[in-house]
Structure formats: C-alpha cells, structure tokens
C-alpha cells in the first residue's frame, strides 16, 4: 500500500512540473577535495525570473549530482542535504533591451541561500537571445523567456556556509557555472520553487 501511495505521489508531482513548464539547465560544479580535482554535471540548475519584483533565482539541488558510485560521490555528500538558493535583482530593461545575435553581461549582487545560513554574493551573469527560428528554443509557445538562455558563475567558500564543518570537511572554493541556462517566467503556485 506503501508503494502505491508513493508511486501516486511521483505520477503527480510529475504532472506538476510539467503543467508549470520548469525547464532545468545544465550546470557544473568542481572544487578541490583531498588534493583532487573534483567535478560534476547534471540538469539540476533551475533559474526563475518574477517580472513583478525584477528578482532572479537561481536554484541548485546538489542531490542530482550523485553518480551512485561511493568513492566518487564522497565530496558532494556534504552538498546534498540542502539546496543552494541565489536570489538577487535584475532589471527588467537588461531583459527588453536584448536583440537576436547580442548579448548582455552584468553583475547581479544577491544573497545565497545553503545549508540554514545566508551570505551576500554576486554573480556574472550573460544573457543571449537565441534564434528566432524556433529550433534551440525549449517550448516554442512564443514566449520573450523562451528565446533567452543564461550563462553565470560564481563560487563560494565552503566555510561561509559551514561546510566545513560536515564530516568531508570540504575546504577549497566551489565554483558553479550554467552555460546556456533557460529562465522560467515565475507562475501563480511556484513559490515552493524559490523558496530557501
């Protein structure tokens, strides 16, 4: 009975992120862990963008870094627990301003929210618009957002967000990019999406 109250449970939450059209983007960690080199990819990058306030997301769950291999998942299992939530403004006229073949970049100050503690940072973020022709968009519904894409960077100390105090005792920066991120529109019922 458990199973199926679990498997009902998947089925809608499914439907909801596809009624709300979130589209992921891809993203890249890496830091320095034991003297090693450590990275990863995964489509768990979401960035959100309210018209309203002008406030961008960006929303990252570590969780869907885990390759299921112990020895190479060690240095993200201090990660995993919490999802890192940047929020900060960008104004609409950077957004309008856009045309196809040029780009924007600019800085955005905000705070990131990770693991229960809040810091200021900011991040470089690049804006595109990219062809008209409706091939490289991700919903073609004739949407401005749905013919931008994103890229932004940024890293942090793992001891600004006491990471280092968690039993990998993670040390050097973390750097996180997304190259060619979608930004989702917020919608009335996705709050729980930029929520910290």
Known sequence: ???????????????????????????????????????????????????????????????????????LDAW??????????????LSAEKLVSLSQHNYKSTIINGLIYFNNTSHAHSIEFTMFEISDAGILRSDNKNDYFDRINANLQFSFSPKEFK???KPH??????????????INPIKPGMDFWIKP
Not at 22 to 31: D, L, P
């Open 163 to 165: 990471l280092n105090k």
């Open 76 to 89: 993200i299992k201090d990660l995993e627990e919490t999802k890192l939530l940047f929020k900060g403004y």
């Open 169 to 182: 005792h993670l040390k050097k920066p973390i750097s996180i990019a997304i190259y060619r991120g979608y």
């Open 1 to 71: 009975m458990l199973k199926f109250k679990y498997i009902i449970f998947l089925i809608c939450l499914c439907f909801l992120f596809k009624a709300q059209n979130v589209v992921s983007s891809k993203v890249y960690i890496n830091t320095c862990y034991q003297d090693h080199q450590c990275f990863s990819f995964s489509n768990g990058a979401y960035i959100f963008y309210d018209e309203g306030s002008h406030d961008l997301y960006v929303k990252i769950d570590f969780a869907l870094f885990k390759t299921g291999n112990d020895s």
